[in-house]
């Protein structure tokens, strides 16, 4: 029978360590204390390195939010734009084609987009979150006070 060991987790720090898109840097959560921490990747720190490997159960790699993240939050981003030139513009940043940018510098241009860019990102990130949560078991104390798994 599984039992319930109740850790506080810093929401702030789960939600920095999922968004941080520094490739360099592996984020982990500690099951034990709720502690989240990072560990440079390039890292050949062996006691580091052979904690985390002798205690799998305990310590949670947090997936970094990468390229491909990005890439596919404005490919859905830009299978519901409806304005052609803008949809032509990030088809092309999508597809490597000049103009290059960042969709963020091609967004300032469209504030509503914007702004639509923003809570689809949000969406999309809060969604992963969840998803891994409960692939990991994790779940809030709100949702074993009311028996259901609420993020």
């Given at each position: 029978m599984a039992t319930i060991h109740s850790v506080e987790?810093?929401?702030?720090d789960l939600i920095g360590a999922f968004t941080s898109g520094?490739?360099?840097t592996a984020y982990y959560l500690d099951r034990l204390t709720g502690e989240i921490f990072s560990v440079p990747s390039?890292?050949?720190n062996s006691e580091v390195r052979q904690q985390l490997n002798s205690n799998g159960?305990?310590?949670l790699e947090i997936p970094p939010f990468d390229y491909r993240s990005e890439r596919q939050i404005v490919a859905e981003f830009v299978a519901e734009i409806t304005d052609s030139e803008l949809r032509n513009?990030?088809?092309s940043l999508l597809t490597g084609k000049r103009p290059f940018g960042k969709v963020e510098d091609i967004l300032a241009f469209y504030p509503h987009e914007e702004?639509?860019?923003?809570l689809l990102k949000d969406q999309f990130l809060s969604r992963?979150?969840?998803n891994w949560m409960e692939e990991n078991n994790l779940i809030t104390a709100d949702a074993v006070l009311h028996g259901t798994k609420h993020i």
């Amino acid at each position: 029978m599984a039992t319930i060991h109740s850790v506080e987790i810093l929401w702030e720090d789960l939600i920095g360590a999922f968004t941080s898109g520094q490739l360099d840097t592996a984020y982990y959560l500690d099951r034990l204390t709720g502690e989240i921490f990072s560990v440079p990747s390039t890292s050949e720190n062996s006691e580091v390195r052979q904690q985390l490997n002798s205690n799998g159960e305990r310590f949670l790699e947090i997936p970094p939010f990468d390229y491909r993240s990005e890439r596919q939050i404005v490919a859905e981003f830009v299978a519901e734009i409806t304005d052609s030139e803008l949809r032509n513009l990030l088809q092309s940043l999508l597809t490597g084609k000049r103009p290059f940018g960042k969709v963020e510098d091609i967004l300032a241009f469209y504030p509503h987009e914007e702004e639509r860019f923003a809570l689809l990102k949000d969406q999309f990130l809060s969604r992963r979150l969840k998803n891994w949560m409960e692939e990991n078991n994790l779940i809030t104390a709100d949702a074993v006070l009311h028996g259901t798994k609420h993020i």
